[in-house]
């Protein structure tokens, strides 16, 4: 099983800079698709920023590229995202997403793993 828990949200102003974390824990080999989503206020949850974890491959929305830079670190296997000159309406609720290989006895199925969510306020 694999665990995922995010930090580092907070209230920045617009143009401000944040820096999120996700700890992974359990089967970190299991993982092979990392991911950062975002759901606003009465929106859907929206994947914005992706890596592979064999050769950090991303991906990025229109909306972040340039702005967002997502990381992992292969020894640990925690996930990051550096965010730039923040907007308003990326005031969202942050989530850490794992795509994993589950174990025999779990039919190699894939699962998929949401961290509990960090809160992200761009407000002056």
């Known amino acids: 099983q694999v665990q995922l828990v995010e930090s580092g949200g907070g209230l920045v102003q617009p143009g401000g800079s944040l820096r999120l974390s996700c700890a992974v824990s359990?089967?970190?080999?299991?993982?092979?698709?990392m991911g950062w989503y975002r759901q606003a206020p009465g929106n859907q949850r929206d994947l914005f920023a992706d890596?592979?974890?064999?050769?950090?491959?991303?991906n990025y929305a229109d909306s972040v590229k340039g702005r967002f830079t997502i990381t992992r670190d292969t020894s640990s296997g925690s996930l990051y995202l550096q965010m730039n000159n923040l907007k308003p309406e990326e005031t969202a609720v942050y989530y850490c997403?794992?795509?994993?290989?589950?174990?025999?006895?779990?039919?190699?199925?894939?699962?998929?793993?949401w961290g509990q969510g960090t809160v992200v306020t761009v407000s002056s």
């Open positions: 359990g089967n970190i080999g299991s993982i092979y698709t």
């Open positions: 890596i592979t974890t064999v050769g950090s491959s991303t």
């Open positions: 997403y794992a795509e994993a290989v589950g174990s025999e006895a779990e039919g190699y199925r894939k699962l998929e793993v």
